[in-house]
């Protein structure tokens, strides 16, 4: 399965997926397993499906244990933009993430 496939279905995921909110993915019963595999908007196998889920359970827990980790990627990386277009290697720096205030 290439990338371009899976990105192109990225907003049928977005939507299958409630918006990619882990508290409700964890939530999931097999009824919501069953809806998806047969939703056409997205890849429809039973092992990635389950795999999801059980990613956005272990994300809460880490998230859980560590608070390090937050829901909305813009509260991850504390709403500043992250530069990756570097012309020199003197630019890169050894870390892109922002210290906590």
Not at 13 to 25: E, L, V
Not at 75 to 97: D, F, V
């Amino acid at each position: 399965m290439s990338w371009s496939t899976i990105l192109k279905k990225r907003e049928g995921y977005r939507k299958a997926f409630d918006n990619f909110d882990a508290w409700k993915i964890s939530q999931y019963s097999e009824d919501d397993v069953a809806r998806l595999l047969v939703n056409a908007e997205i890849i429809r196998n039973r092992r990635k499906i389950m795999a999801t889920i059980a990613n956005a359970k272990a994300f809460l827990q880490v998230q859980k244990s560590s608070g390090a980790l937050t829901v909305t990627s813009g509260n991850l990386w504390m709403g500043k933009s992250i530069q990756n277009a570097w012309t020199k290697i003197t630019e890169i720096p050894a870390s892109t993430l922002s210290p906590k205030p």
